[in-house]
């Protein structure tokens, strides 16, 4: 079984993955600054990737009104992301700490574009903050209620008749 998620998601990491790779491999401050910033950075976005990106690709499904064979092993990945929400903001914390760093050093640098480079992860971070994550969540309530409504409905089939009057 493959989880998919929606594409744009995916780009998203894959360009600010690709930029902190070419950060990363500047020379001095500029480069340590970056290669500081992956040890947050990088483990984050594989946590998204596993947590909140499948939730999220969830969401055709859930507008069509039909149940997905993916539901069950995302809401497992999902349910954890309520639980470690505090962390993932902590995360967050830190990430900004890196950034501001990174920043330091590339205006010392005269290296522009990796201020804009911060600039575009504190944006990509206030988006997950403000809108994904709580998305994510809304998603893993809803499939357990609709996971939960189908198999509530099976085993009232599965119940004589003249049982279903006592469940």
Same mark, same amino acid.
């Given at each position: 079984?493959?989880?998919?998620?929606?594409?744009?998601?995916?780009?998203?990491?894959?360009?600010?993955?690709?930029?902190?790779?070419?950060?990363?491999?500047?020379?001095?401050?500029?480069? &340590?600054?970056?290669?500081?910033?992956?040890?947050?950075? &990088?483990?984050?976005?594989?946590? &998204?990737?596993?947590?909140?990106?499948?939730?999220?690709?969830?969401?055709?499904?859930?507008?069509?009104?039909?149940?997905?064979?993916?539901?069950?092993?995302?809401?497992?990945?999902?349910?954890?992301?309520?639980?470690?929400?505090?962390?993932?903001?902590?995360?967050?914390?830190?990430?900004?700490?890196?950034?501001?760093?990174?920043?330091?050093?590339?205006?010392?640098?005269?290296?522009?574009?990796?201020?804009?480079?911060?600039?575009?992860?504190?944006?990509?971070? &206030?988006?997950?903050?403000?809108?994904?994550?709580?998305?994510?969540?809304?998603?893993?309530?809803?499939?357990?209620?609709?996971?939960?409504?189908?198999?509530?409905?099976?085993?009232?089939?599965?119940?004589?008749?003249?049982?279903?009057?006592?469940?």
């Amino acid at each position: 079984m493959k989880l998919s998620y929606p594409d744009a998601l995916q780009r998203g990491h894959n360009n600010l993955r690709a930029a902190l790779a070419a950060a990363k491999a500047e020379q001095g401050a500029l480069g &340590e600054a970056a290669r500081l910033l992956a040890r947050d950075l &990088e483990p984050h976005f594989d946590v &998204e990737e596993h947590s909140v990106f499948p939730a999220l690709g969830l969401l055709p499904a859930l507008v069509e009104g039909r149940l997905d064979e993916n539901m069950a092993a995302v809401l497992v990945r999902t349910q954890q992301l309520k639980q470690d929400l505090p962390r993932m903001l902590d995360g967050h914390r830190r990430i900004r700490e890196g950034l501001e760093r990174l920043r330091a050093a590339a205006a010392a640098a005269s290296r522009p574009a990796y201020e804009r480079f911060a600039d575009s992860i504190i944006e990509h971070m &206030e988006l997950e903050e403000e809108v994904l994550y709580l998305a994510a969540i809304m998603v893993c309530d809803h499939v357990a209620l609709m996971l939960g409504h189908e198999r509530s409905k099976a085993a009232t089939k599965s119940v004589p008749p003249w049982r279903t009057r006592l469940i």
